[in-house]
């Protein structure tokens, strides 16, 4: 998951979780908010009636009357001043049932009890339930609305904020490592960005490239002064032994041996030719440039072994469509690729027995090219390295250390081919090259 | 014909000189591109071998000048630098031929005729071999005007052992001139049985050829009298 979106997700999430608490937690808070105000102002008409009574006197109240009572047209409010000789002094406000004219009400009521004119007298003052819970659906309402729409708000904002914090991020991804192919041209210019942890990744991520290009071109040259170096006294060998060779004084005898240095020292020159090749596609030294026609570029490869199909009574099939093509290969390389599988499969192959190559196109991929023969087969236990360098197999006891398929291998690697073998021993061995 | 063999590697330039002057060709040598340079004015060369690994100068330069000094001559690039680059260049710059070292002499010879084949455009290119006689320009072997069926392999192989006739020669070199870089040690040289013996069988149908020698434990060779 990108960062970006796990910033978003979790920002999502937890204001979401913010919001569900404060939903359930609102009416009681909205209850508690009202009830603590009912409470104020019942204290507040207390306050009131209590002045009133010290200014004018209770009289002014119960106007002869033993006790006074009176109550708003809807009976949402009530005051009475009742005498009770028994009554303590403790304020009382608590939820409790009143009848008033017939009607049986649910009141908050707030009791006190004070004395005057040396009598004392128990002031209740009321409010119904109902006033009290009117406000609060419309408070929640609004409460609810206001606060979503503040989280609105902060949810966009922060996506805002949170994209334009990791642009650079996105930038040095695309730039450095995304776009980036290997070899590493000189490196971009650095990222822009005020937030120093982007600028150190930028800058670690460009001295990173730079090292790597850097060991890259270092073993480019190598391989370029090796190849010059092991070549050139193999070179002055090779020719001094073919001058030798057919020089006056030299007996049958002598030229046997001669012919078998000249042996030992093609084997050393294969080793190093293959071993450079493979160097050198590993060093992308080859342009991937080219499209090929993989039917011709059979033939062209069955032109230079269709001797040795013949001298064996090999039995050749060939099944590809003429105008299947793949695109940004290098001839060369892929012409390698196929002699050696093919080269092989009539090489380990038994006296008239098969080979097929075939090719077809496929729905992952442009096409994939098998090659199948009936030859001696691959131990199961040597299936997996046979792709190894200097492993040496039964195949090539013969002739030593076979890097033919090291090869295959390489230029499987560099063109991202998917090469896959599978081998009954004694029955046969197929190579499937899959085309990306 | 006569050749200029600009070599830095003196060893390698002197075995080259032997075997030229073996196959009668004169030879000058020079072992640095300032050498090289004043040969080219001093004398005319048909061939200029040319390494591109001098010690003063870029072989490739150096082929470049040579070229306005000396523009008749043919030139064929040794290197063992083996870039591929250079090969591309090579050509471009209007080099005749490209060979890798390490080379089989052998090699260096058939690429040279073949150039001045390919150059002087010869009509009469017809080379008698005992009772038949070879086409060199259209690559047939032929008895009595009658053209005789060979694989284009087993035509190269003939026409590689009459160059080299009267020389022994290994399978090693028969493959690798067949192949080329693609030969690979005794497996392929074992093919150069099947194509030996498939061209006695195929001339052997017309007329006797004793010419054509196995040398015992060595390889093949084609006699003929000089």
Redesign the interface.
Known sequence: MKLIAKLTLFNTVSKLAIVLLFVSLLPLLVNEILSQYTNHYLRQQKEKVLAEVQQKGIDYYLQGQESYGSYTMLKEEYISLEPDANATYRDTIETSPRVIEDDTLSYRVLRHVFETSNKKYVLEVGRTTGTIGRYSQPLQRLALSVLTGLIFLTLLIDLVYTRIILKPLNTIISRRILNARFPFKDAAPPVKTTTSDFVYLDRCLVDLMKKIKDAFDKEREFT?NA??EL??P???????F??L??HGDVS?EI??KI?AM??TL??L??IV?SL?LIS?IEND??AKTETINIYRMIGEVM??LS??VE?KNLKLTIDIPLNMEVRGVNHDLIF?LF?NLI?NAI?YNKENGSISIMAKKTQQGPCIVTVEDTGIGIQREELDTIFNRFKKSRRSS???YGL?LSIVKSIADYHSLDIQVSSVQEEGTTFIVGFP | MKILIVEDERSLALEIEAFMMKAFYLCDLAFTAKVAQQKMLDSKYDFILLDLGLPDLDGLRLLELAKKSCPDASYIILTARGDLEDRIKGLDLGADDYLAKPFSLLELQSRMQAITRRKSGLKDSMVPLGDFSVDLSKRVICFNNQVIDLSRKEYDLLSYMLLHKNRPLTRLQLSEHIWGNFADDDYDSNYIDVHVKNIRKKLTAFAPVEWLQTIRGVGYKIKVEA
């Open positions: 370029s190849s010059h070549m050139t193999i070179s002055i060998l090779q020719n001094k073919e001058n060779m057919v049958e030229q046997e012919l000249m042996n093609n084997r020159k294969k030719r450079l050198r030294q080859y032109d230079e001797d040795r001298a390698q002699y080269n090489r013969e002739d030593g033919g």
